[in-house]
C-alpha cells in the first residue's frame, strides 16, 4: 500500500472545501439549533428534506463509483463490502447518536462550523465528540460489529 502523500498544497486543497462546505451549511442553516429543534418535534421539512437529499446523493455516487471502479486517491480500489445485517446495534448506535444530537442541538459534523461561527459553547460538545471517538477506538476490538 502505497503512503498518502502529506504535502501542504493537499491540505490547503482539503481546508478550502472544508471552509466552503462550513459557508454552504451556515447559509442553508443546517447548523442552526433552531432547524434541528424543529425537526425533532416534526415542525418543519426543512432538515428532512437535506438530509433525505444527502441520502439519495450518497446513494447515486456510490452506485457510480461502483460502475466506474473508482480508486482511492492513492490508486488503492474502494471496498464495498456489505455490512452484516444487525438490528439490535443499528438501533442502539442510533438511539445513542439522535440523543446526543437532540441534547446539544448539534450534529457531530458541524460542530467545527459552530465553533468556527464562535459559538463557543460547543467546545464542550466536539470534546465529548472526541472523547467519544477515542473511547470507541479503544473499544472497539471488543464490540459487535
Known amino acids: 500500500m502505497k503512503k498518502a502523500s502529506n504535502s501542504w498544497l493537499g491540505y490547503l486543497g482539503i481546508l478550502s472545501v472544508g471552509i466552503v462546505f462550513g459557508i454552504t451549511l451556515t447559509q442553508a442553516e443546517i447548523i442552526s439549533w433552531y432547524r434541528i429543534q424543529e425537526m425533532f418535534r416534526f415542525q418543519s421539512f426543512h432538515m428532512y428534506g437535506v438530509i433525505g437529499t444527502a441520502v439519495i446523493l450518497g446513494i447515486l455516487i456510490n452506485q457510480i463509483f461502483k460502475r466506474l471502479d473508482a480508486k482511492t486517491v492513492d ?27 437532540a441534547m446539544t442541538g448539534a450534529c457531530p459534523g458541524p460542530l467545527y462550523i459552530l465553533l468556527g461561527s464562535g459559538y463557543t459553547i460547543f467546545l464542550m460538545a466536539t470534546l465529548g465528540a472526541v472523547l467519544g471517538t477515542f473511547t470507541y477506538g479503544l473499544l472497539r476490538s471488543r464490540l459487535p460489529h
Open 75 to 101: 490508486g488503492e480500489p474502494l471496498n464495498h463490502r456489505p455490512k452484516e445485517p444487525g438490528l439490535v446495534r443499528y438501533l442502539l448506535g442510533g438511539t445513542i447518536f439522535g440523543l446526543g444530537w
